[in-house]
């Protein structure tokens, strides 16, 4: 499918985008896809993004923004890695994601902001209730299956090996990872789940997250367990707080084993994807050192 299959879809560039995107946007969601021909998520990503942009019959318009035609266009909006999605609503970027995900993810992205055309709400409530979140099981089970139907597609190994990471498989993720080409070992996903991977390996044999918090109620200058604390909360449900530990050693022990809390921090950056918490925390770590 591409952009004159439905009238939902359109190419991008700077000439058109004021107009197409930004002002358009005051009546109907745009959603921006960057990609490139030479980019394999794109390809996987690309297509469902098309289905559900004809499938939502005018709720939301996708635009599409090849980044190799349109450099300068990407430098404005910072993007880093392909594909990156952008859903602009009212004249601003509304949220957005970077990576291929799947499409019970991308439904559930849409739900948030899209409300369907009215004649689609119980079809779409049907769809999107039949397109649970997966399990990381699930997507293990799933990403094999696609891998043993379409060998030829190393991406589907990237998405297997962040699944096997979230599911506490770190050894078989950290298989998949060094088996990937090249230019997907420096994927940005690929350099996160590896960051994330080293640090679950540092609290290899190491106290519970309860012990950790009674050793620093007990002891504040405790910076060890400080130290392994930030890394639970990180890698668990509370990175902000992980993160509050490591700026706490900065402040008041930066020297404590040779600089941990900034390797920590530099670490942390790495694994995050929410651009709003790392951009916060790098200009109060900044502060601290100069």
């Not at 000439?15 to 794109?42: H, M, Y």
């Not at 060094?178 to 609290?203: E, F, I």
Request: net charge negative.
């Amino acid at each position: 499918m591409n952009a004159a299959v439905s009238p939902h879809i359109f190419d991008v560039d700077q000439a058109n985008f004021e107009t197409e995107v930004l002002q358009a946007s005051l009546t109907t969601p745009v959603l921006v896809d960057f990609w490139a021909e030479w980019c394999g998520p794109c390809k996987s990503l690309g297509p469902m993004l098309e289905k559900l942009a004809v499938e939502y019959n005018g709720a939301f318009r996708l635009g599409k923004v090849d980044v190799d035609k349109n450099q300068e266009l990407a430098g404005i909006f910072g993007i880093r890695s392909i594909p990156t999605v952008i859903l602009v609503k009212d004249g601003q970027i509304l949220d957005g994601f970077a990576g291929a995900l799947p499409e019970g993810q991308l439904r559930q992205f849409l739900s948030r902001h899209v409300q369907p055309l009215e004649g689609e709400l119980e079809e779409e409530a049907e769809v999107l209730e039949d397109l649970a979140p997966e399990s990381p099981e699930e997507a293990i089970n799933r990403l094999q299956q696609e891998i043993a139907a379409s060998p030829n597609q190393p991406e589907l190994k990237l998405d297997l090996a962040i699944a096997l990471a979230q599911a506490g498989h770190a050894a078989a993720a950290e298989n998949e990872l060094n088996a990937l080409p090249a230019n997907l070992a420096a994927d940005t996903r690929a350099v996160r789940l590896r960051s994330q991977l080293d640090l679950a390996r540092s609290l290899e044999g190491t106290p519970a997250m309860e012990v950790l918090q009674q050793r620093v109620h007990a002891n504040p200058q405790d910076w060890e367990a400080h130290d392994l604390l930030g890394v639970r909360l990180l890698l668990g449900n509370d990175p902000a707080t992980g993160l509050e530990h490591w700026l706490l050693m900065l402040e008041k022990a930066r020297d404590w084993n040779e600089g941990q809390a900034k390797k920590r921090l530099l670490a942390a950056f790495n694994t995050l994807d929410d651009a709003e918490l790392v951009g916060r925390y790098r200009r109060r770590m900044a502060s601290l050192l100069f």
